[in-house]
């Protein structure tokens, strides 16, 4: 049930970029999205773990892991703005697969039968969304291709630094993108006078991402990756059901098509690994998050 609240968390909050992106600067909702999380992790976890908040014996990496997420979000966030919020998710929702590719070019790991198979398996899903020559095969499925792309190096990222606190590992993205946006707020074309639903809209939309990202720390301490990553693809269902009802958008039959076999490979995948993992001599806790690497996580 954490699982699912925090994947309609974050297709909730997708939707309120969708629905804002075409009057306001993508980057002014990537700060409200960043911004927030930090201020709250700031005024929550700040007066107990002070600079231990931002303590850390790999400071270049977790910097690098918020550049990262603030192109991804830049990306993606593009992308919502002219694409249907269903196909865009499942776009995003590639990255497992190109994850497996990264960690075998940039760590090492083995590219198995079945993981190759896996691979394949969300490249025609891809394709089957986009379709090449089609009218969606445009600069939005694009971006979203590569905000996908991007957010695969970010969990790769995220991987290096598996030994470490979560509470710090969950603060640095959003502190380095606040950092990074908020001089670039006074450029930015805006209106001179936000109505106030749109205000209230923004400020929701970082609250979402940040109970979204709560709901799925306090999942994973209850249960393992394996067991919970199936329930991650209901944001999936939820951006198809709340695409349709809010923005009259539902995918047709081979975008649909492209989200089931998406989702039946990550799932395949996911499964795959958990007998892999099992099979193997118990390891400590941290050996087992690190080579988790297949495993698929929450897009926002």
Known sequence: MLIVASTLCFAALDTIVKHLAPHYPVPLLVWARWGFQAAVMALWLGPS???DLVRTPRPKLQIARGLVIVCSALLFMSALKYMPLADATALNYSSPMLVIVM????????????RMLFVVAGIIGMLLIVRPGSDI???AS??????????????ILTRMVADEDPRVTL???????????????????????????????ICTAGVLGTLGHFLFILAFQRGTATELTPF????????????????????????????AIIAGSGLAMAWHERRRVQSMPPVSPVAVRARS???PTAVD
């Open 293 to 295: 690497i297949a495993e």
């Open 137 to 139: 095969f445009r600069g």
């Open 142 to 155: 694009l971006l979203a291709l590569t905000a996908a792309f991007v957010y695969a190096t970010f969990q």
């Open 103 to 114: 960690a075998v070019l940039c760590l090492n790991e083995r590219m198995t039968r079945a």
């Open 232 to 259: 991650t693809y209901m944001q999936l269902v939820w951006a198809m059901l709340i695409g349709w009802i809010v923005f009259d958008e539902f995918p047709d039959h081979w975008a649909l098509a492209g989200m």
């Open 171 to 201: 603060f640095y993205p959003a502190l380095v993108c606040a950092l990074v946006m908020t001089p670039v707020l006074p450029f930015l074309d805006t209106r001179p006078h936000v109505p106030v639903t749109d205000v209230l809209l």
């Open 49 to 51: 773990m002070r600079l």
